[in-house]
């Protein structure tokens, strides 16, 4: 609908969106320019809050410029479907995938840190419906039988996200190759359904054999597996 077809509340309010988002290219409307300031630092520093709080070691690695660059055109650019404060984190890294596509194929690493850093939240946040009347918070883990969290997400990614470092930009893919030997080694995992499963790994260089078995066995419908790590060599 043309924005003139529009009651004249509506205009103003699109007017004073518009503005709110880019406040350089759009007309300020009619509205003391104070308190027009008041609205654009709330809204702004709101979302701006959000996206940081839920990608810190993003937001390390790369120029403090570039990064309050991302977050403004997030703001100007971005229609969020979502009412949820929580969910800012998600549209973020969905409009990344999206309009800033060239920028994820300059760093490799960033897609997957995106994801890893927001699933951090989301299984916090999730809600799932958990029968936990019959399970013993105090129960003996050799006596009994393990209960695993559904909000635990088993995961494999191709860079070792996880040990990525704020402020250390990281230089390859360390842990790919022995990622793709232990997929491949991991084709046919044993029976496990309804047991729970002591992974035993005697060495590794990057934990991707705890991560890639695990996430196989359960596959395999493993009610829970307990890594236990012999040794580990630092390469």
């Known amino acids: 609908m043309p924005v003139e077809s529009l009651p004249r509340f509506q205009q103003l309010q699109r007017e004073m969106t518009d503005w709110l988002r880019e406040p350089a290219h759009k007309p300020a409307p009619d509205?003391?320019?104070?308190?027009?300031?008041?609205?654009r630092e709330l809204f702004f520093n709101n979302v701006r809050d959000f996206v940081e709080n839920a990608y810190p070691t993003l937001k390390s690695l790369l120029p403090e410029a570039?990064?309050?660059?991302?977050?403004?055109?997030?703001?100007?650019?971005?229609?969020?479907?979502?009412?949820?404060?929580?969910?800012?984190?998600?549209?973020?890294?969905?409009?990344?995938?999206?309009?800033?596509?060239?920028?994820?194929?300059?760093?490799?690493?960033m897609q997957e840190l995106l994801h890893y850093e927001w699933v951090e939240l989301a299984a916090e946040c999730a809600e799932?419906?958990?029968?936990?009347?019959a399970v013993d918070r105090d129960g003996d883990l050799l006596d009994g039988m393990p209960v695993v969290v559904a909000a635990a997400w088993p995961l494999v990614y191709r860079w070792p996200v996880h040990t990525f470092a704020p402020g250390e930009p990281p230089s390859d893919a360390t842990g790919a190759v022995e990622a793709a030997y232990w997929r491949g080694r991991l084709t046919d995992p044993p029976a496990a359904a309804g047991q729970t499963v002591l992974l035993v790994v005697d060495a590794t260089t990057s934990g991707w054999p705890i991560t890639i078995a695990a996430a196989a066995l359960r596959e395999a419908g493993a009610t829970a597996v307990l890594p236990l790590l012999i040794h580990r060599t630092v390469g």
Do not use: G, K, N
Not at 128 to 133: I, M, R, T
């Open 31 to 39: 509205v003391e320019p104070r308190r027009l300031a008041i609205y």
């Open 128 to 133: 799932v419906d958990e029968d936990v009347a």
């Open 66 to 109: 570039q990064w309050s660059a991302l977050v403004a055109d997030f703001f100007a650019e971005h229609r969020c479907q979502s009412p949820y404060f929580r969910d800012i984190s998600l549209e973020f890294r969905q409009w990344m995938e999206l309009a800033r596509a060239d920028l994820l194929d300059e760093h490799p690493w």
